[in-house]
C-alpha cells in the first residue's frame, strides 16, 4: 500500500489492523512518513507504542524488522556478526583438503556466505514491498554509547563492514523508536526524530481499543471495565495498568463468563491488571468496592 495522503488516511489504516489512534499520535506518524524522520515515541508500559510499528508495517505492506534493546547491546549484536563456527569449520575442511590457497580463502571467510546479518544492517537491504519498518525497542534499556553509535547508523543508514565496505540502504527506512523513560535518552538522538508521548487513553478511546481488540465483549462490560481500570489509575499505586492489562482483563472475564463486575470478581481477577503485591493489597477487598462503585456511577446515564 502506498503512503497515507492525509491524518486521516493515517487513522484510517491503522485501524483496519485494529489499531486505535488519536489525531495527535496520527499527526506525528503522517509526519514521520512524509518527511522521512524517525519516530520517537515514549510512555508507560502497555500503551500502544510497540504496537504501532507492527500495525504500520502491516497495513503499509511491509516488512517489520525489530531491534530490541537490552542492557549491554552492542553494534555487533545490532548490525552484524561474522559466522564463527562455520569460518572454523571451512578453515578445518580447507585443510584436511590440502588446498590453502590462503588469500582464497580470506576473502570467503570474511564474504557474504560467512556474515549473519542483525537488524540494523537487515533494515537497510532493499526489499521489493518497499522499505522495511525498523522497530528499536525500549531503548532506554541500552547505554548511551550505544545511542552514540545509533545516532550515526540513523543519520546516514549506511553500515562500513572493514572487510566488504561500506553498505548503504537504496531507500532509509521507517523507523520507531520507543522508550519507557527508565531514563532520558540523549538529546542529540532526540533532535533526530519526530517525538510523541504516549499517554494513557481517555474513557471513550479506551472503549473503542478494547471493542476493537476484544469484538466478542459486551458493551456495558467493556464500559464497566474500562471504567474500573481508568480509576485504579487515579488511585496511587506503583505500575498503573495499562492497555495492555484492560485487554488482558477483558479476556479474563471473558473467559469466566462475567456479565457484570462485583467486588469479589474483581478480587479474584486482580492479577490480570495489577502485578506487584503490594498494589494489589492495597486494592483488594474495600478499595475495589470502592472504586468500583465510583466508577460505575461515573456511567449513570444523564
Ligand atoms: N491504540 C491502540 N489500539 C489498539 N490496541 C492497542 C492500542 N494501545 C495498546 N493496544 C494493545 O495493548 C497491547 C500492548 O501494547 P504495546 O505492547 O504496544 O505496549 P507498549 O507501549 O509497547 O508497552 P511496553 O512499554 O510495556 O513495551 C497491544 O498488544 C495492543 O493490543
Ligand atoms: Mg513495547
Redesign the pocket.
Known amino acids: 500500500m502506498k503512503n497515507p495522503n492525509s491524518i486521516d488516511d493515517v487513522q484510517a489504516m491503522?485501524s483496519q489492523t485494529?489499531?486505535?489512534?488519536?489525531r495527535a499520535?496520527a499527526t506525528v506518524v503522517f509526519l514521520s512518513l512524509k518527511l522521512g524522520r524517525p519516530l520517537f515515541?515514549e510512555?508507560?508500559?502497555?500503551?500502544?507504542?510497540?504496537?504501532?510499528a507492527?500495525?504500520l508495517a502491516a497495513s503499509l505492506g511491509r516488512r517489520l524488522i525489530r531491534l530490541q534493546c537490552y542492557e549491554g547491546l552492542d553494534a555487533s549484536s545490532a548490525v552484524y556478526e561474522w559466522n564463527f563456527p562455520a569460518q572454523m569449520i571451512a578453515i578445518r575442511t580447507a585443510e584436511a583438503d590440502g588446498n590453502a590457497d590462503r588469500d582464497l580463502l580470506q576473502r570467503e571467510l570474511f564474504g557474504p556466505d560467512f556474515l549473519v546479518e542483525r537488524p540494523l544492517l537487515q533494515a537497510m537491504r532493499p526489499d521489493e514491498n518497499g522499505p522495511p519498518v525498523l522497530l528499536i525497542?525500549?531503548l532506554d534499556r541500552t547505554d548511551e554509547p550505544f545511542e552514540a553509535f545509533l545516532l550515526e547508523a540513523l543519520s546516514d543508514f549506511q553500515v562500513t563492514i572493514p572487510e566488504l565496505g561500506t553498505i548503504a540502504a537504496p531507500e532509509p527506512p521507517i523507523v520507531v523508536l520507543?522508550s519507557?523513560r527508565t531514563r532520558e535518552v540523549h538529546d542529540a538522538l532526540k533532535r533526530r526524530c519526530l517525538y510523541h508521548w504516549?499517554d494513557y487513553?481517555d474513557f471513550a478511546?479506551e472503549v473503542?481499543?478494547l471493542t476493537?481488540?476484544e469484538p466478542a465483549i459486551a458493551a456495558e462490560l467493556s464500559r464497566e471495565i474500562v471504567a474500573f481500570v481508568q480509576a485504579l489509575r487515579t488511585e496511587d499505586i506503583f505500575k498503573k495498568p495499562?492497555?495492555?492489562e484492560?485487554?488482558d482483563w477483558a479476556k479474563c472475564l471473558l473467559a469466566l463468563d462475567v456479565v457484570d463486575l462485583s467486588p469479589e470478581v474483581i478480587s479474584d481477577t486482580l492479577g490480570a491488571i495489577l502485578k506487584y503485591q503490594d498494589d494489589i493489597a492495597k486494592i483488594q477487598g474495600s478499595e475495589a468496592a470502592r472504586l468500583l462503585e465510583e466508577s460505575k456511577a461515573s456511567l449513570a446515564p444523564g
Request: charged share 25%.
Open positions: 491503522l485494529g489499531y486505535v489512534c488519536g499520535l515515541l510512555g508507560e508500559a502497555g500503551v500502544g507504542k510497540t504496537e504501532i507492527k500495525a525497542d525500549e520507543t519507557n504516549v487513553p478511546r473503542e481499543i476493537a481488540r495499562g492497555v495492555a484492560t485487554i
